[in-house]
């Protein structure tokens, strides 16, 4: 037996996440308590050395208890924690069957990756999230953020700024107004998928629940209107970019490039070193790959996504149910 269930407080639970060396937000409680919202069930564990912690989405579907991990689980993995993560997760949750998933956002290494074969995991047939992502450094001490910038992306800044287009933080963001802009983008970017960004009330919740760790930046046009934002989370050095939506006008304008480059501004100012763009699609979204690529990412592979199940057995009738009931 490796974990038990973390029954500190939130902030406890976050210390530990940042600790051990989160750099996406799905570990957070913040994100935890925003997906408690869309019907998951929420439970945190810990090993008992406190080397290792996972915050898990439980679901039930039929008999079977499904859950999800996005960034899970941080820390040191073994092949005996990762077994133990199965079969602790079932006793806790008291489970007659039990269909695990994670999305394990370390960056690939052959031990780690090897680690979770032997522990009896399988890689995911099709993933849930990006197989990887882009980063930069925001260490402004070393050299100008825009020494980063390719050619390209720095004459579009210039355009922008040309267009006087300004960005500034948003203090007090309008979720109506941000849920507007995804659907924008949503109409002219196939097959890119909005999901809960284009609901006003998901975003109001998802700002409520994140409060001052999401940093948003707000592109303004001479008139006045709003026609693009960029949004990231803080992780302690570490920022994740997690809302982005230009409008058709703003694409005209720039107004994207102005206001990432604001954005990264603001957070050298408060100590970020390293920025993730968050996940990448090379093939089906190359524009925003170009983009943020652009803007000064080097590639990141994930270690990847894994699932297996108790009994391990039904794994490969398990993952069909899963993936026919939350299409």
Same mark, same amino acid.
């Given at each position: 037996?490796?974990?038990?269930?973390?029954?500190?407080? !939130?902030?406890?639970?976050?210390?530990?996440?940042?600790?051990?060396?989160?750099?996406?937000?799905? @570990?957070?409680?913040?994100?935890?308590?925003?997906?408690?919202?869309?019907?998951?069930?929420?439970?945190?564990?810990?090993?008992? &050395?406190?080397?290792?912690?996972?915050?898990?989405?439980?679901?039930?579907?039929?008999?079977?208890?499904?859950?999800?991990?996005?960034?899970?689980?941080?820390?040191?993995?073994?092949?005996?924690?990762?077994?133990?993560?199965?079969?602790?997760t079932k006793r806790l949750l008291d489970a007659r069957?039990?269909?695990?998933?994670?999305?394990?956002?370390?960056?690939?290494?052959?031990?780690?990756?090897?680690?979770?074969?032997?522990?009896?995991?399988?890689?995911?047939?099709q993933t849930i999230g990006s197989a990887g992502t882009?980063?930069?450094?925001?260490?402004?001490?070393?050299?100008?953020?825009?020494?980063?910038?390719?050619?390209?992306?720095? *004459?579009?800044?210039?355009? =922008?700024?040309?267009?006087?287009? !300004?960005?500034?933080?948003?203090?007090?963001? &309008?979720?109506?107004?941000?849920?507007?802009?995804?659907?924008?983008?949503?109409?002219?970017?196939?097959?890119?998928?909005?999901?809960?960004?284009?609901?006003?009330?998901?975003?109001?919740?998802?700002?409520?629940?994140?409060?001052? @760790?999401?940093?948003?930046?707000?592109?303004?046009?001479?008139?006045?209107?709003?026609?693009?934002?960029?949004?990231?989370?803080?992780? =302690?050095?570490?920022?994740?970019?997690?809302?982005?939506?230009?409008?058709?006008?703003?694409?005209?304008?720039?107004?994207?490039?102005?206001?990432?480059?604001?954005?990264?501004?603001?957070?050298?100012? *408060?100590?970020v070193q390293r920025y993730d763009f968050g996940g990448?699609?090379?093939?089906?979204?190359?524009?925003?790959?170009?983009?943020?690529?652009?803007?000064?990412?080097?590639?990141?592979?994930?270690?990847?996504?894994?699932?297996?199940?108790?009994? *391990?057995?039904?794994?490969?009738?398990?993952?069909?149910?899963?993936?026919?009931?939350?299409?």
């Open positions: 037996m490796t974990w038990q269930r973390f029954t500190g407080s !939130t902030d406890e639970w976050d210390t530990i996440v940042e600790r051990l060396g989160a750099t996406t937000p799905f @570990q957070l409680s913040a994100w935890g308590a925003f997906r408690e919202s869309f019907g998951w069930k929420l439970i945190r564990l810990i090993t008992h &050395d406190g080397q290792g912690a996972a915050q898990l989405l439980v679901r039930r579907i039929g008999f079977v208890q499904v859950v999800w991990g996005a960034g899970a689980p941080l820390g040191v993995v073994t092949p005996t924690s990762l077994r133990d993560l199965v079969s602790d069957v039990l269909y695990l998933r994670v999305a394990d956002h370390a960056p690939r290494e052959s031990a780690r990756t090897s680690f979770f074969r032997a522990a009896g995991w399988s890689p995911t047939k882009l980063t930069r450094s925001l260490d402004a001490d070393t050299a100008p953020l825009s020494d980063l910038y390719s050619s390209n992306w720095s *004459r579009n800044l210039r355009r =922008g700024r040309q267009r006087n287009v !300004t960005a500034q933080q948003w203090y007090r963001p &309008d979720a109506e107004l941000i849920a507007a802009l995804h659907r924008d983008v949503e109409k002219v970017k196939q097959p890119y998928h909005a999901e809960w960004r284009a609901d006003s009330a998901a975003i109001e919740r998802l700002l409520t629940c994140f409060g001052k @760790q999401l940093v948003v930046v707000q592109a303004i046009a001479p008139d006045g209107v709003v026609h693009a934002l960029r949004a990231a989370v803080i992780i =302690g050095q570490n920022a994740y970019d997690f809302l982005a939506a230009t409008s058709s006008e703003g694409r005209k304008l720039y107004a994207s490039n102005v206001a990432l480059d604001a954005l990264l501004g603001l957070l050298a100012t *408060r100590g990448i699609d090379p093939d089906n979204n190359k524009g925003v790959f170009d983009f943020k690529h652009g803007a000064g990412g080097a590639e990141v592979v994930y270690s990847g996504e894994y699932e297996t199940a108790s009994p *391990r057995f039904l794994k490969g009738l398990l993952a069909k149910l899963v993936a026919s009931r939350t299409r």
